[in-house]
Nanobody, 114 residues
Framework: QVQLVESGGGLVQPGGSLRLSCAASGIIFETSTMAWHRQAPGKQRELVATITSGDITNYADSVKDRFTISRDNAKKTVYLQMNNLKPEDTAVYYC????????WGQGTQVTVSS
């Protein structure tokens, strides 16, 4: 059974930082492409960043130079370091494993507000 468990969300002021974590089980993590998506209220879910098994990364234009995706294969965990957060980054952030038909975590809320 595949499980993706996100953590690290919370309330932060504009300009602040957060690091999200996603612990995976039930997949061969080392060979899996992992991704972070987000969904703001009233909007469609959007791709934020991806990382391949070879550590090739890709980012949405809106987060380039502010967010960094990384992975630790020994811990079967993918991270999203978010710096210089803006109010428009407020959303539920979801971890995604691109395995089979895809697997999703339950999401973690990130709120950027003063």
């Amino acid at each position: 059974q595949v499980q993706l468990v996100e953590s690290g969300g919370g309330l932060v002021q504009p300009g602040g930082s957060l690091r999200l974590s996603c612990a995976a089980s039930g997949i061969i993590f080392e060979t899996s492409t992992m991704a972070w998506h987000r969904q703001a209220p009233g909007k469609q879910r959007e791709l934020v960043a991806t990382i391949t098994s070879g550590d090739i990364t890709n980012y949405a234009d809106s987060v380039k130079d502010r967010f960094t995706i990384s992975r630790d294969n020994a811990k079967k965990t993918v991270y999203l370091q978010m710096n210089n957060l803006k109010p428009e980054d407020t959303a539920v952030y979801y971890c995604n494993a691109r395995v089979g038909f895809g697997h999703w975590g339950q999401g973690t809320q990130v709120t950027v507000s003063s």
